[in-house]
Structure formats: structure tokens, C-alpha cells
């Protein structure tokens, strides 16, 4: 089983839909949960992050931690179509990164 | 220009040849990173660096080597490339500020395609 979790998708939802991309964890000790966005043909580039349990607001982003679940979330509000590209989750608990495998998300006009 | 580039960003080889992979960064972060990006397997790292004379394996190092030749320079070698090695590299970089906070935040490269026939 691997530490991090991750649906590759594709997830294909119409334009102003709300997302939710999840990831599950088996490692308690991880207390930095990140997300990241690869567009195609990029690098990814880090969109945000939580230390611990809890959420974190950023424009039309949120993102979700519960601990006692091992389980992390992201959601994109009012989704548009340059939103499209593959996210990654990513956690720490001394500096080394654990990655998902990334989700492709599609935002259809 | 890119705070870390990588080159070359595309490269089709024959089985058996030597392949080095070039990143360097404007960012002035010590630690630098290089790993590989597969389909449903997410990103595995490879090596990393700490700083000139600290070089450490990662999960997948058999069969790549590595040279941190100044702090804003780290190339990756296959010294005998396989079909296997075909992939997407990327090189990534972060700075001791993230010992403050434990986050480890990383700046990456655009990513070296790489195609081993």
C-alpha cells in the first residue's frame, strides 16, 4: 500500500462546478499537507499548504485537512477551464515529501 | 528568464549511451532535487543535495548518478541509459527557510523529457 493515495481521474466537470480532489494518507506522523498544480508540459507549482488539521482559504481555493481520518481535500470553487491541469498532493513530516500519483482535472466550457 | 532551468528540455537516446541532465537556479536556495515523473506513479525522487558536499540517494537512485558543481548547479547522469529510464525529469529546488516552518516548499524546473529507445 502506498503512504499517499490518490485518484489519477480524469475528473471532467462543466465550467463554475465546484471540485473536490481528495488524497488519503497512512503516515501519522505527516504534518504538512500541500497541493500542488502541474499544468501540461510544466512543472508543478505549489498552490498551497496546511500545517495539521484544519482549513486553509485562498481566493476560490480550500483546502482541508482531518487528521483523525488521514484524509486531505481540496476544493476549487466557481472551477474555470484554466483551472484544467493535474493536481498533486504532497505531505511532510521532516522535510522529505510524500507525493499522490496527481489527479487530471478537466473543466469543460 | 526561469528561476530553474533545465536542459536539455526534450532528448531521444539509444539504449546503452550516456545521458547527463542540467539544472541550475537563480533562486540562491541550497537545496536542490531531482526527480522522476511517471504516468499513475507520481513524482519519485531520485537524489537530493543539501548543499555542494552533502549529496544523498532517494527512493529510485540505481542506475543514475549525480554532481552538484556549485550551489546553483546539479546535473543528473545515466550512465547507461535503459528504456526503462524513459520519463519526465524534473529538477527542483528549496531553501533552509522551510527548517522554520517544516514545510519544504519546492520550486520546480519545467522538466527534461526524456526517451530511451
Known amino acids: 500500500q502506498k503512504e499517499v493515495e490518490q485518484d489519477p481521474g480524469p475528473l471532467s466537470v462543466p465550467e463554475g462546478a465546484i471540485v473536490s480532489l481528495n488524497c488519503t494518507y497512512s503516515?501519522?506522523?505527516?504534518?504538512?499537507f500541500m497541493w500542488y498544480r502541474q499544468y501540461s508540459r510544466k512543472g508543478p507549482e505549489l498552490l498551497m499548504y496546511?500545517?495539521s488539521s484544519g482549513n486553509k482559504e485562498d481566493g476560490r481555493f480550500t483546502a482541508q485537512v482531518d487528521k483523525s481520518s488521514k484524509y486531505i481535500s481540496l476544493f476549487i470553487r466557481d472551477s474555470q477551464p484554466s483551472d484544467s491541469a493535474t493536481y498533486l498532493c504532497a505531505m511532510s513530516g521532516n522535510y522529505q515529501l510524500i507525493w499522490g500519483a496527481g489527479t487530471k482535472l478537466i473543466i469543460k466550457p | 528568464d526561469a528561476d530553474v532551468t533545465q536542459t536539455p528540455r526534450n532528448r531521444i537516446t539509444k539504449t546503452g549511451k550516456r545521458i547527463m541532465l542540467e539544472c541550475s537556479q537563480t533562486k540562491g536556495h541550497d537545496r536542490m532535487y531531482w526527480y522522476r515523473q511517471d504516468p499513475g506513479l507520481g513524482l519519485r525522487l531520485i537524489y537530493y543535495?543539501?548543499?555542494?558536499?552533502?549529496?544523498n540517494k532517494g527512493e529510485i537512485s540505481d542506475g543514475y548518478s549525480v554532481s552538484r558543481q556549485a550551489q546553483a548547479k546539479f546535473s543528473l547522469s545515466l550512465e547507461s541509459a535503459i528504456p526503462n529510464q524513459t520519463a519526465l525529469y524534473f529538477c527542483?529546488?528549496?531553501?533552509?527557510?522551510?527548517?522554520?516552518?517544516?514545510?519544504?516548499?519546492?520550486?520546480f524546473g519545467a522538466g527534461s523529457r526524456l526517451t530511451v529507445l
Open positions: 503516515n501519522s506522523a505527516f504534518q504538512y
Open positions: 527542483a529546488t528549496s531553501d533552509t527557510s522551510g527548517s522554520r516552518t517544516g514545510a519544504n516548499v519546492l520550486t
Open positions: 496546511t500545517y
Open positions: 543535495s543539501f548543499d555542494v558536499k552533502d549529496i
